[in-house]
């Protein structure tokens, strides 16, 4: 497997990032976008990483860290700025001497706040998108899962602090959109402390998440 690191500078620190490949003749480019704590080694984003890289895509991990003291000065507003911008460069960086026709988007938690804004891009238009446990209060997040029109699975728990039963039931407007409602799964889509189920919870979502894969 080929692996590139590298970095952009970002609006107020560098952005690392990674691009992974396994195959010659890549059927296309997945984007991850982690959480700010839920790193690109979680098991949600970890096992389709593999998943990926077996089926013949590309992966390009966006491992932004925002430390404290780095941002305290920013509102909330140009902090979701700022993370969508610097993941852009980062992807401009990427794409724009390649070949790559066919792309998914993959994003965790904040992640889908970047995303959501990546979605507009025209390179995108036939993209797929994995939203994990998105900010649903967040309004670009819950505008762009209702407008969008790219082919999308959404998987979210219903004991996550960010789930909202209004906004997630005003989804189903959206033909496109695949939803995923866990009873007992927090924000990790994790049953808390139960161990088994936890882990029968992921490979349930991991099997979807495969099978979406594979009719791409």
Request: net charge negative; proline share 5%.
């Amino acid at each position: 497997m080929n692996v590139t690191s590298s970095s952009i500078k970002g609006m107020k620190v560098e952005v690392p990032y990674r691009l992974l490949s396994n195959s010659d003749n890549p059927k296309g480019l997945a984007i991850f976008f982690p959480g700010m704590g839920y790193t690109v080694m979680g098991p949600l984003l970890h096992y389709p990483t593999g998943m990926f890289l077996n089926e013949g895509w590309d992966v390009l991990q966006i491992n932004y860290e925002y430390k404290s003291e780095e941002v305290k000065d920013l509102t909330e507003e140009e902090f979701d700025k700022m993370v969508a911008n610097d993941c852009n460069k980062v992807i401009d960086t990427v794409i724009e001497t390649s070949g790559y026709g066919s792309y998914f988007l993959v994003a965790k938690s904040i992640g889908t706040i970047p995303m959501s804004a990546e979605l507009q891009r025209p390179a995108f238009k036939d993209a797929r998108a994995i939203w994990l446990t998105p900010l649903l209060n967040e309004q670009t997040v819950h505008e762009s899962m209702i407008k969008s029109r790219q082919k999308a699975i959404c998987f979210i728990g219903d004991q996550d602090h960010h789930y909202n039963q209004q906004r997630f039931n005003e989804l189903t407007k959206n033909p496109n959109l695949q939803l995923h409602l866990i009873p007992g799964a927090n924000h990790s889509l994790e049953q808390d402390f139960r161990v088994l189920e936890s882990i029968k919870t992921h490979k349930e979502i991991m099997e979807t998440i495969q099978s979406f894969i594979q009719k791409a």
